[in-house]
């Protein structure tokens, strides 16, 4: 190559501008002739208006360096055309979106039609995560290659975007581009996403019929991954049992959905078939477990996969882990040992201060969890809306409204009530039970959205305050915003009216439950309402509400006939009563003490000794509230 218009006599500003330009045309021709500069220590440039010299190491040349580079290195044998789709692909596999667009805009402005390079553009845009643009160029040039298409519909799955993703699939159908395998997956994980069962059968049925599943092993996992997440476990666990072969993904798609469902059980007995096979566990697999035994509080199982986990090494690498332990031995109550694993963690994220706190939360240690968050932030972690919801409620634990209203100022601060209003119930809950209405009400009445649940809260702090009228009118009040009371309102109204000794208010409630709301009284309901009768006397009334119950009476509804008896003296409906308890626990010692107080009562001796021989037989010593 002639470097000789490497010089500094040229004469001009034109010339030089001239020379500058044709010297970068390609200076992939001279990449690897740095020897051959006439003055290394000297720059062979100036600007022509600036007169500052032009290095080749400066910012902008070495750039285009870099970018000649790239250029030789991928696009092969094609030496003279830096804008082939080979390089476009390369940009595709490096999801190197700088390069790419840079290219896209070389062709627009050479005026390149698109079209040649359209199904490598959509490809790299969607890979790179732009999809607007992928999708604008598809509408433009439809293309009749798979390729584009499935990379969109993979793309678009991947941020979440499930129906666009689906709706990417129809297009394409409609272009007539016949689906392949990976394309049937990408539109499975689309179904997962948006619980879309009925358009995920459309697929498996396609999917059988090509006989895919016999050599796939990755289809047979999204079958199971979307069938588990739009909750049809059964047909999950039966499509996994149909695969020719299985593997860690396809179990693991599984145990993640019964894990999800709650099912923990479920979980853990396919995660021992899974062993069976001598397929081993990984990470994820283990997080699930350990979450199926948090919901079952299966500690012991917990326990071993601990052990499995530290014995493989898993916890310096995998944060997702180390916070599924910290959470599953916090929701199993063993919050020493949830503390004890988290300071081991290698490293923390609010989302591991966050299991810990809400153990603590739940199990009433109000103090615990607040010395947690404080500790949490000494480290520098800044709490998310599920900090300050799990805060709120350790506040409402043991009363800390001072920190409470501080936790609510952040709030504030932040915005988080906007779009959070699991963040409001919990505020509203939180001055309820620390005695504060006023301020409850008027949290509640700021709220952008409520529900039954925000209502339930007020409703529970006025009922607990025995304010009555303000119950009821926040009762009104609810359902005249359209939003339907459910079991939990009834109970607190039924509770209020049991306290108050509403009876005819409280049967009101009670008969308008399944006749005008179309709730079934739950168990507790039943209870509450045959205590609020008994307490006034309705002895007979109470005993026909229990008798015409659509399940058997648990040991609590006899406690509160036996209770009531005692009370006004009622030895016939007290026999019976009592009768009925110990047919249901001989052993239960709370019916015996009842029964003997009110034959006591009632001047009957012989049937308290009677009584007393039966419990000292039936070695009846357990009360409620004591373990045997």
């Known amino acids: 190559m002639d470097l000789g218009l490497m010089t500094t006599s040229m004469a001009g500003c034109e010339d030089l501008e001239l020379s500058w330009k044709e010297f970068f045309r390609d200076s992939s021709k001279w990449w690897d002739q740095p020897g051959s500069k006439q003055c290394p220590g000297q720059s062979g440039f100036r600007h022509a208006a600036t007169k500052g010299p032009l290095w080749m190491d400066s910012c902008g040349v070495s750039e285009e360096l870099r970018w000649r580079r790239f250029a030789v290195e991928h696009r092969g044998d094609e030496t003279e055309d830096a804008l082939s789709p080979s390089l476009i ?360 959205s409520r529900n039954v649940v925000s209502w339930n809260a007020l409703i529970t702090g006025y009922a607990q305050n025995g304010q009555s009228q303000q119950a009821l009118q926040c009762f009104g009040r609810m359902q005249k915003e359209g939003i339907l009371p459910d079991v939990v309102t009834f109970m607190c109204l039924l509770n209020l009216c049991c306290h108050l000794g509403l009876v005819e208010k409280g049967q009101e409630l009670f008969d308008s439950m399944e006749a005008v709301y179309g709730l079934q009284p739950d168990v507790d309901c039943f209870t509450c309402m045959a205590d609020l009768l008994g307490r006034a006397g309705h002895l007979g009334r109470a005993v026909e509400l229990i008798q015409g119950m659509p399940f058997s009476a648990n040991s609590s509804i006899w406690h509160c006939l036996l209770g009531a008896c005692q009370r006004w003296v009622d030895v016939n409906v007290g026999t019976w009563a009592f009768q009925q308890a110990i047919e249901l626990d001989k052993c239960d010692g709370a019916a015996y003490v009842l029964a003997v107080n009110i034959f006591a009562a009632a001047g009957m001796l012989e049937k308290v000794k009677e009584i007393e021989a039966m419990r000292i037989k039936n070695k009846a010593w357990k009360l409620p509230g004591c373990s045997s």
């Open 89 to 448: 692909w390369a940009c595709c596999k490096n999801k190197d979106l700088y390069r790419g667009t840079r290219i896209h805009n070389e062709l627009q402005k050479r005026g390149l039609g698109e079209k040649l390079y359209s199904n490598a553009l959509v490809t790299m845009y969607a890979q790179c995560g732009e999809l607007q643009k992928a999708q604008a160029l598809l509408d433009t040039h439809k293309s009749s290659s798979v390729i584009p298409w499935t990379a969109l519909i993979a793309s678009y799955g991947r941020q979440g975007k499930g129906k666009d993703a689906l709706e990417c699939y129809k297009q394409m159908q409609l272009a007539g581009v016949p689906p392949n395998e990976v394309t049937y997956a990408c539109v499975l994980k689309a179904c997962a996403v948006t619980r879309d069962i009925d358009k995920g059968k459309e697929i498996h049925e396609r999917i059988s019929m090509q006989g895919l599943l016999e050599h796939n092993t990755i289809l047979g996992g999204a079958l199971v991954d979307m069938y588990a997440k739009c909750g049809a476990l059964c047909q999950a666990q039966s499509i996994l049992e149909e695969l020719p072969s299985r593997n860690i993904v396809s179990w693991s798609a599984l145990i993640i959905g019964y894990a999800r469902m709650g099912q923990g059980q479920q979980a853990l007995d396919c995660f021992e078939l899974m062993q069976r096979e001598g397929i081993i566990p990984d990470a994820v697999t283990y997080a699930c477990i350990l979450k199926a035994c948090a919901s079952i509080g299966a500690i012991n199982m917990g326990k071993q996969v601990h052990g499995e986990v530290l014995r493989q090494g898993f916890l310096e690498h995998d944060i997702v882990l180390g916070n599924a332990l910290v959470d599953m031995y916090a929701k199993c109550g063993v919050l020493s040992q949830a503390r004890n694993v988290l300071e081991k963690l290698p490293s923390r994220n609010v989302a591991s201060w966050n299991a810990l706190i809400a153990g603590y939360a739940q199990t009433g240690q109000g103090q615990s969890a607040l010395e947690s968050f404080q500790q949490m932030q000494h480290e520098g972690i800044l709490p998310d809306a599920v900090t300050y919801l799990c805060v709120v409620k350790a506040c409402a634990v043991i009363g800390a409204i001072e920190k409470g209203k501080e936790i609510h100022d952040e709030i504030s601060r932040q915005s988080l009530l906007k779009h959070n209003v699991l963040l409001g119930n919990a505020l509203v809950d939180m001055y309820a039970k620390c005695g504060d209405l006023l301020q409850a009400r008027t949290v509640l009445e700021k709220l952008p």
